[in-house]
Structure formats: structure tokens, C-alpha cells
């Protein structure tokens, strides 16, 4: 199994920066596509960013601009930089990475973090 572990979030006001990171441990054989999603209360859960294992990135139109989407593969890790932050960006964060295990090496599933709260309130 894999395990995500999430940190960052808080409570900032409009127009402030959170640094949200998440770490992959277990029996990982390999990462492929790392992201981050959110949901706000009574919506969907939604796609933030995305990142592959070649580092090409993806982000959700109402954040291109203002939030970043990196890697670091030696560590396992997944990070999302969030600038200029508005209240609409209130909402629980959610890591999620793509891998294969020991046990099923050529097989990908998706992994999910416990969720970050991100308040953007004055």
C-alpha cells in the first residue's frame, strides 16, 4: 500500500501564500501523475494541478497564474505553491498520486491524502 501524508494548510488572508506539500511512503515501485484537487463545501471535488513523471504540469483555469505544481522524485514528494490567494480558494485540499507497488509493479492506482483545509478569509 501506499501511504499520503499532507501539510500546509491554514487559515491566510486574501491576497497571501500557503506552501502545501504532500509525501508518498510504502511499498511504492513507482510514481507516475501527482496532483492536487480540492473541494468546497457543496461542490464537487475539482483538479487544482497535475504534474507527470516528466514533470509536464496541468492547471485548472482559475489558478493558472497564481499556484505551482512541483516534484521532487528522489523524495517522493508532491508540493503545490499557492500565491495571491483569493476566498474562492477556500476549500479542503486533496493530494492524489498514481503508483505501483512492489506486488503489483506494472499496475497503476490512485492514492489519496486525508485532505488539507486552505482558508482564505480576512
Known amino acids: 500500500q501506499v501511504q499520503l501524508v499532507e501539510s500546509g494548510g491554514g487559515l491566510v488572508q486574501p491576497g497571501g501564500s500557503l506552501r502545501l506539500s504532500c509525501a508518498a511512503s510504502?511499498?511504492?515501485?513507482?510514481?507516475?501523475?501527482m496532483g492536487w484537487y480540492r473541494q468546497a463545501p457543496g461542490k464537487q471535488r475539482e483538479l487544482v494541478a497535475s504534474?507527470?513523471?516528466?514533470?509536464?504540469?496541468n492547471y485548472a483555469d482559475s489558478v493558472k497564474g497564481r499556484f505551482t505544481i512541483s516534484r521532487d522524485n528522489a523524495k517522493n514528494t508532491v508540493a503545490l505553491q499557492m500565491n495571491s490567494l483569493k476566498s474562492e480558494d477556500t476549500a479542503v485540499y486533496y493530494c492524489?498520486?498514481?503508483?505501483?507497488?512492489?506486488?503489483?509493479?506494472?499496475?497503476?492506482?490512485?492514492?489519496w491524502g486525508q485532505g488539507t483545509q486552505v482558508t482564505v478569509s480576512s
Open positions: 504534474i507527470t513523471s516528466g514533470s509536464s504540469t
Open positions: 510504502g511499498d511504492i515501485f513507482m510514481l507516475g501523475t
Open positions: 492524489k498520486v498514481a503508483a505501483t507497488t512492489f506486488r503489483t509493479p506494472y499496475n497503476y492506482y490512485d492514492y
